[in-house]
């Protein structure tokens, strides 16, 4: 979320010079991430926050919850193997829609600097760690709400207040992946998202492309949408209210 990570940007400058359409045309990076649930994930969230009103998990095999069970394990231990299986995946998605050469400049950037390092760097000054899918979950909404509204970072009081309402509805009978790999494939989808989100916002700013912002919050408001609205909320200490 902080300006720390704005070099990320310059990294990526011979991609969009190569191949239009992935830097700035931001939708060709964004579709390309694999979803595991956490397009459902959100809605769920947004669905309750900001309606006010109970709601159902997404469901599945592999989801648990229940009016017996008063909390989740959110808890995310990530494997290298699915990592890298997660990777491959944005990356062959990222081939088809922009070509060979985007994919291969971005799977060399993250060999370089490791997705789960460019979370680090954001989430770090809010408390939010990789390894509860809250943090993850937290981290995600924070920056989706900062590019629908066009927002500057948030402080850490909101944050911490985002924080608390996810874990409310994903510590009760709401449903995570019980399954750990599942789990560490939703949380990483979540990651890449907000990390690629990250690096594009930062590159349409810096060069002033309206359009390329538009476009975002337009991405941001389908993913977490569903007919809530982003721009229909404020952020505050108390997480999300509405406007």
Do not use: C
């Amino acid at each position: 979320m902080r300006r720390s990570i704005a070099w990320l940007a310059m990294a990526l400058l011979p991609v969009a010079a190569a191949q239009d359409g992935v830097m700035i045309g931001g939708d060709s990076m964004m579709w390309s991430v694999p979803d595991h649930g956490s397009s459902a994930l959100a809605q769920s969230v947004m669905r309750s926050t900001l309606a006010g009103r109970r709601t159902a998990a997404p469901t599945g095999s592999s989801m648990r919850g229940g009016a017996n069970r008063s909390r989740v394990d959110t808890r995310v231990r990530y494997d290298s193997t699915i990592s890298r299986e997660v990777e491959r995946e944005f990356l062959a998605g990222l081939g088809r829609r922009s070509g060979a050469a985007a994919a291969e400049r971005f799977g060399a950037h993250f060999r370089d600097r490791p997705m789960h390092g460019q979370f680090a760097i954001a989430a770090d000054p809010y408390g939010l760690r990789k390894e509860d899918l809250v943090d993850v979950t937290t981290a995600y909404f924070t920056v989706m709400w900062m590019v629908a509204n066009e927002a500057p970072v948030p402080a850490k009081p909101q944050v911490a207040g985002l924080q608390r309402q996810v874990r409310a509805l994903l510590e009760g009978p709401r449903g995570v992946p019980h399954d750990m790999a599942e789990r560490q494939r939703l949380a990483e989808s979540l990651m890449y998202k907000l990390v690629t989100m990250i690096l594009l916002r930062e590159d349409a700013q810096r060069t002033g492309n309206t359009p390329a912002l538009r476009e975002l919050a337009a991405y941001a408001q389908h993913e977490t949408g569903k007919g809530f609205d982003l721009k229909a909320s404020r952020l505050t200490a108390q997480g999300f209210v509405p406007r």
